[in-house]
């Protein structure tokens, strides 16, 4: 079974502390500040991982002690530099990058060494994104996570180290075993 990682979106998400499979949570960067900065101090009082995404997520990674960041790099024409950029930011930190779901931009993405890569699924060409998460499991040592974009996506089939869920598909999982 794969590890968790719960995105949270709102300062009103569930969070499901008690629940020792969830060790990292995703906070987004765009949540109200003060709000946010509680989400961290909560989420890391209670010994978890804690990264932020989103616009913000570079700028306030520091301040809010956060362990790292999650880059949205799907859109990148520069890789290698955004990367460099991040991690001159987050000193150390945990860096996890989204990649494209094609194989060229997922090798430029594991040769500049992120902690670990996430590839986003739907339901709709989910084929595609389960060859890729094998082939890629076979040819790089580098952790691989999988971020449903839709409920209909079923993310059990991919061999992936980690699994990327909103609360309400967290416990819509838990509840199916």
């Known amino acids: 079974m794969p590890n968790f990682i719960l995105n949270i ?13 969830l060790q990292c949570y995703l906070l987004n960067s765009e949540i109200e500040q003060n709000a946010l900065k509680c989400l961290c101090e909560k989420l890391l009082n209670a010994g978890k991982i804690v990264l932020l ?11 809010l002690k956060a362990d790292g960041v999650l880059l949205d790099l799907s859109a990148s024409e520069n890789i290698k530099r955004d990367m460099a950029s991040a991690r001159s930011l987050i000193k150390g ?18 040769e500049n060494e992120p902690d670990f890569i996430v590839f986003k699924i739907w339901k709709d060409g989910s084929a595609q994104t389960l060859e ?10 580098l952790q691989q996570a999988v971020m449903p974009q839709d409920d ?12 990327i869920l909103t ?11």
Do not use: T
Request: proline share 4%; charged share 30%; net charge negative.
């Open 9 to 21: 979106r709102s300062a009103e998400d569930e969070l499901f502390l008690s629940d020792s499979f």
């Open 53 to 63: 995404f989103g616009a913000r997520a570079l700028d306030l990674c520091a301040p």
């Open 93 to 110: 930190g945990i860096l996890g990058v989204v990649s494209r779901n094609r194989r060229h931009e997922a090798m430029i993405a594991s």
């Open 132 to 141: 890729l998460s094998k082939w890629y499991n076979e040819f790089f040592l």
């Open 152 to 163: 209909r996506a079923d993310f059990e089939q991919y061999p992936s180290d980690m699994v």
């Open 167 to 177: 609360p309400q598909d967290y416990k819509i999982f838990v509840a199916k075993k």
